[in-house]
């Protein structure tokens, strides 16, 4: 009995982590969040939040990425498609002017990836 | 501030600030301090901006008055780069204590494991003692590894899994079994009562210590910047009204005048008003000669005055300064990444949730197929494999190299705008030079001057005549001239005759100066000399005649002569596998006679600038991976579609927005060297992504146990920690091996770096 149950607690971990960080993060997507003046993406605790931000296509914009983090991972915040990269100060705002660009989705993310966030151009 | 401009803003940073109340009253006391015009508080970023003549300090005691903090922001790059510092150094410290505290109490615990062997539950006391050790390693897994569980969390809120998901349910788990055996030991089996507490508090310590070791070694890899920040003074000395006062250089605005003084460097860009000196530029050009400045001269901040006191007029400022874009160059080339990293990305992205599924397979067959004590093993491989398998070396790899090859090649005067260019640099085999400029000096110079009689008196004579014409090469003789402090002479009747050359009288004598025709069309006989002015021109120089009252009295030859270096340069182009191919619009006879000085084998001559372009192309279509060597502006074309575009000597702003590679001294040694610090470079890289991916694809099966079968041992969480903590510091201390690269040929000193 002890036995099956660890057998399929160990199923079910692998199936919720397939789901959780696969499968729902794909369709998870509904919740962005459009940029503005006030609009500060916070680096903290291996994430940005918002993760998802929106921003008008064919304009330049600027983001405001406020560092929390002290951890090294955080330091860098990169656009590889858009070739914009930027350093962050600990416990300051960084604003990372983005180019005009196509409509589209862009990934970014810290130099090891592990903070990932999309900005969506449209 | 007395000294500072009524309209320009202050800004302080608010401490204490956290309600739109606390706003109000800092608005609010600020709006009684005498000269302060308007007054906001942001917020968002916890600022205050004062509009207004009120001193720094008044505001600030007003802040204070209201019950919150306020500090001035200075917002220049070294200042910011210093609180940075100062971030790091407390981050380092915070990590080294969690360390300490977590270590402190791991090592005794593990100490007595495996002096005693008694980490069991096996009766009431053994369940209060192992009961009161499990409450302290909570409060070390809280204090001391309390950011990898919120991290984990809100990571896994975003469905997202980093390094902190491996750490938090590593040491999570490894302490839950832990407290299950000592609430319940009577629910497990006899041999799987053991306790796992040292493991959690040690790979917490080691995790921490990795990163605090990482912390520091990272600090070396930006010396660069901070080198090129060095070159920044702190301080400014301005003009107002009649009065000399020193300000911080962040204050300075266009259109100040500041005083330099011998010895004190340029502190922004902008041109001088007033007085003469010697200014060495050597650390942003390379020029290694200072340069005579005077009234209309431009000065570059970061550059040395050597002698005289100068007043000049700010032009360009804060980030608009060269210096400051040549330092935002580098920074933008060492966060960029290089196309080899695209592996390790593609790893990286995927590679958390992959080791968690891993992870439970590997303890599912431990707990299934394996032997006695199945529940211990099945744990301690969990643990083991979630813990060593973080891919923070992975991520590490190519980012850290390129922070330190980018900020080397800065050092040595090489500007690389990208990964993609230093990467690309590696492969090249062909390598176009342009020849003006580049090859040569890009100035006419006066290379000979024969005559029967004093050649003094003949150099004055035409140099006078000269003096009236507008022909390029006129300036070559006129400079030599004065090079050697010869007084010109008035000269009347002068006439530039077309193709063929100059005619006047110079202190009553009919003086002419051109070609072969000239003294034809004149009845001269240049007899023995015309011998001597064929051998010139076969040295690629302009030759001339030179007559007074009616007798050839000398020739003269005038060249764009070869930059002394530029054939060891070619040498050591073609040691590092390059074939050289030369581009000029210049006649074929004169490329060819440098092409033959310099060894280089295939000349392309008469060319229009839009030709160049061309070859770099029909080079390209014929498999070669061509870089281009030229000035920077009329060879942009060419220099855009060569795989690597090497701006020569430019320096200027066009040239490094465009350039894939500047370089800041007028020597293709700068060539070479960048050719070398990218090989240098990518073979790092190489080694980091080796070791790094060697370290995961052995560490996780070891920590799965395929050794077990040979050794009977499992791995041990807590190594598996250490091993996790050193991957990053071992990957970060390999990037920092490249600051100790040096171009094989001494030529810092010449294309503008260290000495």
């Known amino acids: ?76 915040v990169l656009f590889p498609d858009l070739e914009v990269s930027a350093q962050l100060g600990v416990d300051q705002i960084t604003e990372v002017t983005i180019p005009a660009a196509d409509a589209g989705e862009y990934p970014f993310h810290c130099q090891m990836q592990m903070y990932r966030g999309t900005l969506i151009v449209g | 501030m007395s000294d500072k401009s009524p309209a320009s803003p202050q800004t302080f940073r608010l401490k204490g600030v956290s309600c739109a109340g606390c706003v109000k009253k800092i608005e609010s006391a600020l709006g009684d301090v005498p000269g302060v015009d308007d007054a906001r508080v942001n917020l968002g970023d916890k600022t205050l901006v004062v509009q207004g003549s009120a001193a720094a300090q008044d505001c600030i005691a007003a802040v204070e008055s209201a019950g919150y903090g306020a500090e001035e922001v200075r917002a220049s790059a070294r200042e910011l780069r210093e609180q940075q510092r100062e971030d790091e150094q407390n981050h380092y410290r915070q990590l080294l204590w969690r360390a300490g505290i977590a270590l402190g109490l791991g090592i005794p615990l593990m100490a007595w494991g495996l002096l005693t062997g008694e980490m069991g539950v096996h009766n009431t006391f053994q369940q209060m003692a192992w009961g009161s050790v499990g409450l302290l390693t909570l409060a070390v897994l809280i204090f001391c590894g309390g950011h990898f569980f919120t991290g984990a969390w809100r990571a896994f809120r975003h469905h997202s899994a980093t390094m902190d998901t491996l750490v938090a349910l590593g040491t999570g788990t490894a302490w839950l079994f832990s407290m299950l055996v000592v609430l319940v030991p009577q629910l497990l089996p006899e041999s799987a009562r053991h306790v796992y507490f040292e493991a959690s508090a040690m790979i917490i310590g080691l995790i921490n210590l990795g990163q605090a070791l990482e912390v520091r070694a990272r600090g070396r890899t930006s010396a660069a910047v901070e080198k090129l920040l060095q070159l920044q003074d702190a301080n400014a000395r301005v003009v107002r009204d009649g009065d000399e006062v020193d300000i911080p250089i962040e204050q300075v605005q266009v259109g100040d005048t500041l005083r330099v003084r011998p010895g004190e460097k340029i502190p922004v860009d902008g041109s001088v008003v007033e007085g003469e000196s010697l200014v060495d530029e050597s650390m942003l050009t390379g020029e290694p000669l200072p340069v005579k400045k005077a009234s209309g001269d431009a000065l570059t901040a970061g550059t040395l005055n050597k002698n005289g006191s100068l007043l000049f007029k700010a032009e360009k400022v804060g980030a608009d300064t060269r210096l400051s874009q040549i330092i935002q160059m580098v920074k933008n080339a060492q966060s960029s990444r290089v196309p080899i990293a695209r592996l390790a990305d593609t790893i990286s992205a995927i590679f958390v949730p992959s080791v968690m599924i891993i992870a439970v397979v590997a303890a599912l067959v431990w707990y299934n197929l394996g032997p006695d004590p ?61 020849k003006t400029g580049t090859l040569t000096e890009g100035a006419p110079k006066l290379t000979d001057i024969e005559s029967d009689s004093d050649t003094d008196t003949l150099l004055q004579q035409l140099a006078s005549l000269e003096s009236r014409s507008e022909h390029p090469l006129a300036e070559a003789i ?155 502006i009329n060879d942009a074309p060419a220099l855009a579609r060569a795989d690597v575009g090497f701006a020569i000597g430019a320096g200027t702003d066009v040239a490094i927005e465009s350039a894939d590679v500047t370089l800041m001294r007028s020597s293709l040694h700068g060539v070479a060297d960048a050719v070398e610090l990218s090989r240098a470079t990518l073979r790092n890289i190489k080694q980091n992504l080796f070791g790094a991916f060697i370290y995961n694809t052995l560490g996780i099966p070891i920590a799965a146990g395929v050794f077990y079968p040979i050794t009977g041992m499992l791995l041990s969480p807590v190594i598996a920690g250490a091993a996790m903590a050193f991957s990053s510091v071992t990957v970060v201390s390999n990037a920092n091996r490249l600051r100790f690269f040096n171009p094989s040929h001494n030529s810092s000193a010449d294309n503008g770096g260290k000495k």
């Not at chain 1, 002890?2 to 509904?30: D, E, R, Y």
């Not at chain 1, 500060?40 to 008008?56: A, F, H, L, N, T």
């Not at chain 2, 800065?410 to 030079?433: F, H, I, P, S, Y």
């Not at chain 2, 619009?585 to 000349?603: C, M, P, S, Y």
């Open chain 2, 374 to 434: 199945k529940v211990a093993h099945m744990l301690v491989v969990l643990t083991s494999v979630l813990i060593i398998a973080c891919p923070c070396a992975l991520g590490l790899a190519t980012p850290m190299s390129v922070m330190v090859g980018v900020g080397k090649g800065a050092e040595n005067g090489v500007l690389v705008r990208n990964g993609k260019a230093l990467q690309q640099a590696t492969g090249l085999d062909t390598l176009v030079v342009d």
């Open chain 1, 1 to 76: 009995m002890t036995s099956l149950l660890i057998n399929l607690s160990g199923l079910a971990a692998i199936a919720l982590t397939v789901w959780w960080f696969w499968l729902a993060a794909k369709g998870n997507k509904q919740q962005s969040v459009s940029v503005d003046e006030k609009l500060e993406i916070q680096v903290k605790d291996g994430v940005y939040e918002p993760d998802r931000i929106r921003v008008s296509a064919g304009e330049e914009t600027v983001l405001h990425f406020r560092r929390e983090d002290a951890s090294p991972c955080a330091e860098w």
């Open chain 2, 478 to 632: 006129v400079s030599a001239a004065k090079e050697k402090n010869l007084s010109l002479s008035e000269v009347t009747g002068f006439e530039a005759i077309t193709a063929h050359g100059v005619s006047g009288d110079v202190d009553g004598k009919k003086v002419l100066l051109g070609n072969r025709k000239l003294m034809q069309r004149e009845g001269i006989d240049s007899g023995r000399w015309h011998k001597q002015a064929e051998s010139l021109a076969e040295q690629g120089r302009t030759a001339m005649y030179a007559a007074v009252d009616g007798a050839v009295a000398g020739v003269i030859a005038v060249a764009d002569p070869i930059r002394k270096d530029a054939q060891a340069a070619v040498q050591r182009l073609k040691k590092l596998g390059l074939r050289i191919e030369m581009l000029t619009g210049d006649n074929k006879a004169t490329a060819e006679a440098v092409a033959r000085q310099l060894g280089i084998d295939h000349v392309h001559a008469d060319l229009l600038p839009e030709d160049k372009e061309k070859i770099v192309a029909d080079l390209q279509k014929g498999g070669a991976k061509v870089g281009m060597a030229g000035d920077g």
